[in-house]
């Protein structure tokens, strides 16, 4: 029995990959010393882990703020002035970069 050290499943010994999530296993028969055996535990970690997605969603989170405010700055502005035209382009403006940003 190996047990995945990503997701915890069970798996048989002649498995090379975890059946729940994919993950290569080490079986201890197989695992011998040197560089591979010191590397493969952090990995995950160092390179698919949180920072580049903390990253992402804050930056996207920033920019979605920086919409908002923008929209919120504009219409503040429509209110004191009681003109709304710049209302329009604005809103479009904003359309236009989300949608920009999904494609
Ligand atoms: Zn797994």
Redesign the pocket.
Known sequence: MIT?T????KNSDETLA??????KLQSSRRAAPGPDAMDSPLEPFRHEGVPGDLMRSLKRMLEAWAYALLLGGVAAACIVYKIWWPLYPTVALIALLLWLRRV
């Open positions: 995945c990503k997701c915890g499943a975890c059946a729940r999530c994919g993950n």
